[in-house]
């Protein structure tokens, strides 16, 4: 990411985690961050900020990291029996 955001520590964290049991915490420490951002945006004329677009694309590759390396059901999987 170009411009460093408030949440990109924790979330460059997520990305560069290894271990399993570690990663489970790093994104969750993630989306914390994100969502208190993303929170802290809604008073401003939000719709128009920037750091919107870096947020959702954050929040697709957080998705990634719990659907194909903590085995995370992903959006609108059919759950096994």
């Given at each position: ?5 408030s949440w ?67 959006i609108g ?5």
């Amino acid at each position: 990411m170009a411009q460093p955001y408030s949440w990109t520590a924790a979330f460059e964290k997520a990305q560069s985690e290894t271990d399993p049991t570690r990663l489970q915490g790093a994104v969750m420490a993630a989306e914390e961050a994100m969502v208190q951002r993303r929170m802290e945006l809604s008073g401003d004329d939000a719709g128009a900020h920037p750091e919107l677009e870096a947020l959702r694309a954050a929040a697709i590759e957080l998705l990634k990291l719990k659907t194909e390396k903590l085995g995370w059901p992903g959006i609108g999987s059919t759950p096994k029996p």
